[in-house]
T-cell receptor, first 115, second 111 residues
C-alpha cells in the first residue's frame, strides 16, 4: 500500500516568507509526528498528533511554528516569517497506534532552504 | 521528558568485523526502544526494536540488548558489510508519547 507522502519535496523560500509543508500519513494511522533534521544532525521532535489533537507540542522551537491535522489524516506544518536557521529537512511519520505500541513509518521529507 | 544519548558519533570498521552502538535513556517509564537506519538522502527505516519485557532480540546479523536497570540499550551488527554503512539512530518512548531520538552514529564499513 501507499506509504507516508510529503509535499513539496523541495522548497526554497526567501527569509521572512511563510511556508506550508504537507504530510499524508498511511491510511488509518491515528498517530502522526513531525521531526526536523538539520544537515548532518539527528532527528529533532517537533509535534505529535493523536487523531486531530496534539497532546505534545513541546518540540516546536518558537511561536512561528504551528501545525494542524484534519480528518485524522492530512497534516500541515506552517512556518511563519522563515529564518535561515529554519533550513532543514522536515520529516513526517505516522503509526497505527501511539507511543510504544506502533512502529513509526517515515515520509521522504521536505527539504526547506531559506535564502 | 525523555533524553537519549548515543555513542559513538562515528564508527569505522573493516568488512566482516562487528559494530556496537550504545544508547542511554533518562526516563525509567520508557518501554519501547527502536533502531532506525538512514542511508544518505533517504528516510529513516526501522531495522529492529525491543520492548521492555525482553532483554535481547536478534534478527539475522543484527541484535539489540536492553538493560532496564541501567537504562541502556545497544545495537550489535555482526559480519558487517559495506551496505551496512549508514547513520543509525536509537530512540525511546512510552505509550502516548513521541519517540525521542539519539543524535545518530555514522557507521562506515570498508572493504
Amino acid at each position: 500500500g501507499a506509504g507516508v507522502s510529503q509535499s513539496p519535496s523541495n522548497k526554497v523560500t526567501e527569509k521572512g516568507k511563510d511556508v506550508e509543508l504537507r504530510c499524508d500519513p498511511i491510511s488509518g494511522h491515528t498517530a502522526l509526528y513531525w521531526y526536523r533534521q538539520r544537515l548532518g544532525q539527528g532527528l529533532e521532535f517537533l509535534i505529535y498528533f493523536q487523531g486531530n489533537s496534539a497532546p505534545d507540542k513541546s518540540g516546536l522551537p518558537s511561536d512561528r511554528f504551528s501545525a494542524e491535522r484534519t480528518g485524522e489524516s492530512v497534516s500541515t506544518l506552517t512556518i511563519q516569517r522563515t529564518q535561515q536557521e529554519d533550513s532543514a529537512v522536515y520529516l513526517c511519520a505516522s503509526s497505527a497506534t501511539s507511543g510504544s505500541r506502533g512502529e513509526q513509518y517515515f515520509g521522504p521529507g521536505t527539504r526547506l532552504t531559506v535564502t | 521528558g525523555e533524553n537519549v544519548e548515543q555513542h559513538p558519533s562515528t564508527l569505522s570498521v573493516q568488512e566482516g568485523d562487528s559494530a556496537v552502538i550504545k544508547c542511554t535513556y533518562s526516563d525509567s517509564a520508557s518501554n519501547y526502544f527502536p533502531w532506525y537506519k538512514q542511508e544518505l538522502g533517504k528516510r529513516p527505516q526501522l531495522i529492529i526494536d525491543i520492548r521492555s519485557n525482553v532483554g535481547e532480540k536478534k534478527d539475522q546479523r543484527i541484535a539489540v540488548t536492553l538493560n532496564k536497570t541501567a537504562k541502556h540499550f545497544s545495537l550489535h551488527i555482526t559480519e558487517t558489510q559495506p551496505e551496512d554503512s549508514a547513520v543509525y539512530f536509537c530512540a525511546a518512548n512510552q505509550a502516548g508519547t513521541a519517540l525521542i531520538f539519539g543524535k545518530g552514529t555514522t557507521l562506515s564499513v570498508s572493504s
